[in-house]
């Protein structure tokens, strides 16, 4: 019997078209219905959470690739036995590119920049720059390390990797534990955050955390939202003692009416760090990868897992 997939793309339905696997195109944001029954499901993350508690309903399932590095918002809708396997390699790239992105917007000043180009203004700006900063990176998995690399040709003066506990990276340079953030955290110019949501990161960036934090100093968020403590850095950011540049925001999708979206010295990117058409094709690479093991009876054991 063919190995029944569901997959969110029709691209990704046509590189399945394999012996042993019967690909069924099925979106968990899109489609109105819940999914036919299936052995494989291989999604995105739902992008209204409500959605999310369709992975429990699909009869027959045994195994759930996410199209992302995120698992956690999947973890409490799993079934029991239904194993897990993420896009690790696929994404860490794409992400750290974006978050050098936001930095480099937000220092330099180009969204004032821009204002000034539409108002037809020429008027040179003084900016800041990741050459000489300090920089404190929360997060050392495989986009924190990617992060880092992609700094240091920019020669900042200090770049310390924070993680939950102290360690010597596989390239050499030390991360240090996360009691030890408050010795850093006041002298850090640029503060980025590449951890994962959990309930020891919950709101760790909070009313505390913001007020440690030097005056003008930059918070950059390609973690997830709900890491960050929304009122509290609302406050610092309508004051204009703190910057902010964020991909991803609590709650998500940001409401129109929200405030965060006219704060000063912030820049808001929609969850899209990972957008790039060369994450497409490598996290679809994966996808069809993982699914060939399962349709060849490999265990789970030898599919690339979690971190």
Same mark, same amino acid.
């Given at each position: ?6 997959? +969110? ?12 696997? /019967? ?22 993350? +739902? ?8 992975? @429990? ?25 239904? @194993? ?73 003066? /200090? ?26 955290? +006041? ?67 940001? +409401?129109? /009416? ?43 054991? /030898? ?5």
């Amino acid at each position: 019997m063919a190995l029944r997939v569901l997959v +969110p793309w029709q691209h990704l339905a046509e590189q399945l078209q394999l012996p042993g696997i /019967e690909p069924i195109l099925w979106h968990i944001n899109d489609d109105p219905e819940d999914a036919p029954p299936a052995d494989v499901l291989v999604t995105e993350r +739902p992008s209204n959470p409500e959605l999310r508690s369709r992975v @429990s309903r699909i009869k027959g399932l045994r195994h759930v690739h996410l199209l992302s590095l995120g698992y956690e918002w999947v973890l409490e809708h799993l079934p029991e036995k239904v @194993s897990l396997t993420n896009s690790k390699g696929a994404v860490e790239d794409a992400t750290a590119e974006h978050c050098l992105a936001l930095i480099l917007a937000s220092l330099r000043q180009l969204p004032q920049v821009g204002k000034q180009q539409r108002e037809k203004k020429w008027t040179r700006t003084w900016t800041s720059s990741l050459h000489g900063s300090k920089v404190v990176l929360l997060g050392a998995g495989g986009v924190g390390s990617e992060i880092r690399s992609r700094l240091l040709p920019f020669k900042p003066a /200090e770049i310390t990797v924070i993680a939950r506990t102290e360690r010597v990276h596989e390239q050499g340079y030390k991360i240090h534990s996360l009691d030890r953030l408050w010795a850093f955290l +006041p002298l850090a110019d640029v503060v980025i955050i590449a951890l994962p949501h959990t309930k020891e990161t919950e709101q760790l960036i909070d009313t505390q955390f913001l007020a440690a934090m030097k005056n003008g100093s930059l918070l950059v968020n390609v973690g997830r939202g709900p890491i960050v403590d929304t009122e509290a850095l609302l406050a610092e950011l309508q004051t204009g003692r703190l910057h902010a540049a964020l991909d991803v925001a609590d709650p998500e999708p940001l +409401p129109a /009416e929200h405030p965060l979206w006219n704060a000063p010295y912030c820049i808001i990117t929609p969850h899209m760090a990972g957008d790039t058409h060369m994450f497409l094709d490598l996290v679809s690479q994966l996808a069809v990868e993982q699914v060939q093991a399962l349709a060849a009876g490999d265990s789970i054991a /030898e599919l690339q897992v979690l971190p």
